[in-house]
């Protein structure tokens, strides 16, 4: 999924800024290749135009993004590419999930929720982090320590984040099951993801 919205632009290259012009002719560049990625769905049916106009929506937004993030460099916007870039792969997984039914389909959606949870989640940590880090580097050595325990707490913050999402997943897949095998399975999930 990453891939499929994945663009040109980096964000290591985003630090090199670019013109108002540069920026004015990427975005309406972006804005070209949306209105042609949507007449190709046209071509589709069903939830196969669904995904596809998913995917043409996601692409355009997390490049817009991006273009934003290299006009104007920040961590803020780096920060912001992530999300887009998070929420974008959780639509068009979404979108997936619909080819589904039954209890696969409530597994692939909050298989779907856990990674943009996770996405996100490494987003604000590592903004966090950033800021934190910039902070310090203008400050004295007890600012450092202070950023280091920022930067940890964040880590921390998503791990947890990240932990409760992916004890959702399991907990639904344990739903395909009933009586002894179900209970069996959650208690299994509780004791891998430290749950009582």
């Given amino acids: 999924m990453v891939a499929a919205i994945s663009l040109a632009f ?3 290259a985003m630090a090199q800024g670019m013109s108002n012009e540069q920026h004015k002719s990427a975005i309406a560049g972006i804005a070209a290749e949306y209105k042609s990625s949507v007449a190709a769905c046209g071509s589709l049916a ?3 135009q669904d995904i596809c106009k998913a995917e043409a929506s996601g692409k355009e937004k997390v490049a817009k993004a991006e273009v934003d993030a290299k006009y104007k460099p920040s961590e803020d916007a780096s920060y912001n590419v ?5 929420d974008a792969n959780y639509t068009l997984a ?3 999930c619909d080819d589904k039914a039954g209890n696969i389909k409530d597994v692939c959606m909050k298989e779907a929720k856990a990674a943009e949870v996770s996405a996100k989640a490494d987003a604000k940590a590592q903004l966090t982090t950033a800021k934190a880090n910039e902070k310090a580097a203008k400050s004295s050595t007890k600012a450092n320590n202070t950023a280091s325990e920022q930067g940890a707490d964040a880590r921390k913050d998503a791990a947890s984040d990240k932990q ?3 004890y959702a997943v399991a ?3 344990c739903d395909a099951y009933s009586g002894d095998a179900k209970s069996s399975c959650m208690n299994e999930a509780k004791a891998r993801f ?3």
């Fill in 46 to 48: 069903g939830n196969a």
């Fill in 10 to 12: 980096s964000i290591g």
């Fill in 194 to 196: 430290g749950k009582s």
């Fill in 82 to 86: 992530r999300v887009v870039r998070a």
């Fill in 94 to 96: 979404k979108e997936r």
């Fill in 171 to 173: 907990r639904e897949k």
């Fill in 164 to 166: 409760d999402a992916d």
